[in-house]
């Protein structure tokens, strides 16, 4: 046998082989199935001479399984030249995704209220027919406008996509002539992708039955209102599943489907179960524009409604201390030095409320310690707060809305939480001070959280640790000169204002009777000097028995404010 024809022999046994492997090539392997019917081998070899997102090769895709037509000319793509995009452009044509989940018994409780439909009827259930039923033959219906609906995302689509990808991997930006057989679109697993849909609307419709809540507090009477009971929704997953399937398999992608599932009616008032969950009182000294910045804060406070999972800000709330609002200049520490600051003293409005929210069992999410120990509360019971700068923040950890209430009274600070109670019957909780150092420098106070249970300890953890710097005899000069010239100041006013009234008196008595009598000119009132807010020694808080009282220590509240 000479070499020549050995060669022909070989090359011939080569195409055999080819040809014979070209008969299997199957799709993705995934559950969006992808495959290519076996078709005579191409005698070109494919090379990448075109972008790798067009086709260059003579293929076809079927994609009948989608449009519900027989395997015709009519639902086949020729592929070759075409982008991915022009691809996808084709098959999102050949069919209208509108698929809307229905649930025709929710209704508006407003709307209801409206009505003046009461909230004892039984539990309204949604039922649909079974397929095969004498009513039609699948188990979905369409269904009116009411209530309300979910639009159900493209599950084609998303399976285009997949297949898409697959298709364009294996022969984007390759080329042959010969015809290779038809690559096959097939529909997705419409129950798995459902499964995924029916999710989201769990997540969405299903509530449980409630009450009213609470949902505002009247300043002007002291009176708190609540909403109307809210009614609860249960979605039948499996059932609702069954129907968007049914729905697909019958190529009714543009169908309402409607969900199975249960209202759960609500009546009366939560009112009842609500009370001050958590109170603390401080007090405050005998300056006047420091009470006025407290009360103002305060006042900025009272009446907020927290609803769960919400989380306050105390500068978010009160907003900047400005003039404009009423704030004026008191006693507060910046950089170590005692200052006048617009809105000083209002961190004792902070401070009260942090420790209201501790007893009421909520969390505080931020909260720093101030620069001094402070005089009106045990050291380590601090909130401090300034503009611009330290904040007070808790979190409502509760399932239902609070009221937070704070006010100021006779040189008297109150905060109180309004709501639900959060700890168990029996549990309550104690913040324990400990000072554990002291040095030129300052101090170290730690705090321990102790929980009770009909008082018995139970846990006890340590909660924080706040260190304060000591006092200077610089800076405790100042203080003490700025409170002596404020004194001065006010005792001045006074005696002026004094001797202005006995003038305009005697002015009145020694008038001619014709002549209507002329009052003297009030004297002005003296300038109030630079207070020193900070050395004023605040009286204890008001406290549970079980707090260490805190020690009349003249020290500021913290960093710019307090």
């Not at 300043?219 to 697909?248: E, M, S, W």
């Not at 249960?262 to 009112?271: K, L, Q, Y």
């Not at 030095?337 to 209201?356: D, F, K, M």
């Given at each position: 046998?000479?070499?020549?024809?050995?060669?022909?022999?070989l090359?011939?046994?080569?195409?055999?082989?080819?040809?014979?492997?070209a008969?299997?090539?199957?799709?993705?392997?995934?559950?969006?199935?992808?495959?290519?019917?076996s078709?005579?081998?191409?005698?070109t070899?494919?090379?990448?001479?075109v972008?790798?997102?067009?086709i260059?090769?003579?293929?076809?895709?079927?994609y009948?399984?989608?449009?519900?037509?027989?395997?015709?000319?009519?639902?086949?793509?020729?592929?070759?030249?075409?982008?991915?995009?022009?691809?996808?452009?084709?098959?999102?044509?050949?069919y209208?995704?509108?698929?809307h989940l229905i649930?025709?018994?929710?209704v508006?409780d407003?709307?209801?209220?409206q009505d003046?439909e009461?909230?004892?009827s039984?539990?309204?259930?949604?039922?649909v027919?079974?397929?095969?039923?004498s009513?039609?033959s699948?188990s979905?219906?369409a269904?009116?406008?009411?209530?309300?609906s979910?639009?159900?995302?493209?599950?084609?689509?998303?399976?285009?996509?997949?297949?898409?990808?697959d298709l364009?991997e294996?022969?984007g930006?390759?080329?042959g002539?010969?015809?290779?057989?038809d690559y096959?679109?097939?529909?997705?697993?419409?129950?798995?992708?459902?499964?995924?849909?029916?999710?989201?609307?769990?997540?969405?419709?299903?509530?449980k039955?409630t009450?009213g809540?609470?949902?505002?507090?009247?300043?002007?009477?002291?009176?708190?209102?609540?909403?109307p009971?809210?009614?609860?929704?249960?979605l039948d997953?499996?059932?609702?599943?069954n129907?968007?399937?049914?729905?697909?398999?019958?190529?009714?992608?543009?169908?309402?489907?409607e969900?199975?599932?249960?209202?759960e009616?609500?009546?009366?008032?939560?009112?009842d179960?609500y009370r001050?969950?958590?109170?603390?009182?401080?007090?405050?000294?005998?300056?006047n524009?420091?009470?006025?910045?407290?009360?103002l804060?305060s006042e900025?406070?009272?009446g907020?409604?927290?609803q769960?999972?919400?989380?306050f800000?105390f500068?978010?709330?009160?907003?900047?201390r400005?003039t404009?609002?009423g704030?004026?200049?008191a006693?507060?520490?910046?950089?170590?030095?005692?200052?006048?600051?617009?809105g000083?003293?209002?961190?004792?409005?902070?401070?009260?409320?942090?420790?209201?929210?501790f007893?009421?069992?909520?969390?505080?999410?931020?909260?720093?310690?101030h620069?001094f120990e402070?005089?009106?509360?045990?050291?380590?019971r601090?909130?401090?707060?300034?503009?611009?700068?330290?904040n007070?923040?808790f979190?409502?950890?509760s399932?239902?809305?609070?009221?937070?209430?704070?006010?100021?009274?006779?040189?008297?600070v109150?905060?109180?939480?309004y709501?639900?109670?959060?700890l168990?019957?029996?549990?309550?909780?104690?913040?324990e001070c400990q000072?554990t150092?002291a040095?030129?420098?300052?101090?170290?106070w730690?705090?321990?959280k102790?929980t009770?249970?009909n008082?018995?300890?139970?846990?006890r953890?340590q909660d924080?640790?706040s260190?304060?710097?000591?006092?200077?005899?610089?800076n405790?000069?100042a203080?003490?000169?700025?409170?002596?010239?404020?004194?001065?100041?006010?005792a001045?006013?006074a005696?002026?204002?004094?001797?202005?009234?006995?003038?305009?008196s005697r002015?009145?008595?020694?008038?001619a009777?014709?002549?209507?009598?002329?009052a003297?000119p009030?004297?002005p009132?003296?300038?109030?000097?630079?207070?020193?807010?900070a050395?004023?020694a605040?009286?204890a808080?008001?406290?549970?028995?079980a707090?260490t009282?805190?020690?009349?220590?003249?020290?500021?509240?913290?960093?710019?404010q307090?």
């Amino acid at each position: 046998m000479n070499s020549t024809f050995r060669y022909h022999l070989l090359s011939a046994s080569f195409f055999i082989f080819a040809a014979a492997s070209a008969s299997v090539i199957t799709g993705c392997g995934k559950s969006d199935f992808l495959t290519k019917a076996s078709a005579p081998a191409s005698s070109t070899d494919s090379i990448a001479i075109v972008p790798e997102d067009t086709i260059g090769s003579d293929l076809y895709l079927d994609y009948s399984a989608i449009a519900g037509n027989e395997k015709t000319d009519a639902s086949r793509i020729a592929l070759k030249g075409l982008t991915r995009a022009e691809v996808e452009e084709r098959l999102r044509g050949s069919y209208r995704w509108d698929m809307h989940l229905i649930d025709n018994s929710y209704v508006d409780d407003a709307d209801e209220e409206q009505d003046g439909e009461g909230s004892g009827s039984k539990p309204a259930e949604t039922v649909v027919k079974p397929a095969g039923s004498s009513s039609g033959s699948a188990s979905y219906k369409a269904v009116s406008d009411q209530g309300r609906s979910y639009a159900v995302e493209d599950l084609i689509g998303k399976s285009i996509q997949k297949q898409l990808d697959d298709l364009f991997e294996k022969e984007g930006g390759k080329t042959g002539t010969d015809h290779e057989g038809d690559y096959v679109l097939s529909l997705p697993d419409f129950r798995s992708e459902a499964a995924d849909v029916l999710a989201d609307v769990t997540d969405k419709w299903n509530k449980k039955a409630t009450p009213g809540v609470l949902t505002g507090y009247d300043k002007a009477t002291g009176h708190f209102q609540f909403g109307p009971a809210v009614r609860g929704y249960k979605l039948d997953t499996q059932a609702t599943l069954n129907a968007i399937v049914a729905a697909c398999e019958a190529r009714d992608y543009t169908a309402n489907v409607e969900a199975i599932g249960t209202a759960e009616d609500a009546a009366g008032s939560m009112e009842d179960q609500y009370r001050i969950i958590g109170s603390f009182t401080t007090h405050t000294t005998a300056n006047n524009t420091r009470n006025t910045n407290v009360r103002l804060a305060s006042e900025a406070i009272n009446g907020l409604i927290l609803q769960p999972g919400e989380e306050f800000s105390f500068n978010d709330v009160v907003g900047q201390r400005t003039t404009a609002k009423g704030y004026g200049p008191a006693g507060a520490y910046s950089n170590g030095e005692v200052v006048q600051e617009v809105g000083g003293g209002v961190c004792q409005v902070s401070t009260t409320l942090y420790n209201a929210v501790f007893y009421a069992g909520l969390e505080s999410t931020l909260r720093s310690s101030h620069t001094f120990e402070p005089s009106y509360v045990t050291p380590g019971r601090d909130a401090t707060v300034s503009w611009g700068g330290p904040n007070y923040k808790f979190k409502n950890t509760s399932e239902y809305p609070i009221c937070v209430l704070e006010h100021y009274e006779n040189r008297t600070v109150t905060a109180e939480i309004y709501g639900v109670p959060v700890l168990e019957d029996g549990v309550t909780l104690e913040l324990e001070c400990q000072k554990t150092g002291a040095n030129a420098a300052g101090s170290t106070w730690t705090v321990y959280k102790i929980t009770k249970k009909n008082g018995n300890t139970i846990e006890r953890v340590q909660d924080h640790v706040s260190r304060y710097k000591a006092h200077t005899k610089a800076n405790d000069a100042a203080a003490a000169a700025a409170a002596a010239s404020k004194a001065a100041a006010e005792a001045a006013a006074a005696s002026q204002a004094a001797e202005a009234a006995a003038e305009a008196s005697r002015a009145a008595e020694t008038a001619a009777p014709t002549t209507p009598a002329a009052a003297g000119p009030a004297g002005p009132a003296g300038p109030a000097g630079p207070a020193a807010e900070a050395t004023d020694a605040a009286p204890a808080p008001t406290a549970p028995a079980a707090e260490t009282q805190a020690p009349a220590v003249p020290a500021p509240a913290g960093p710019g404010q307090g």
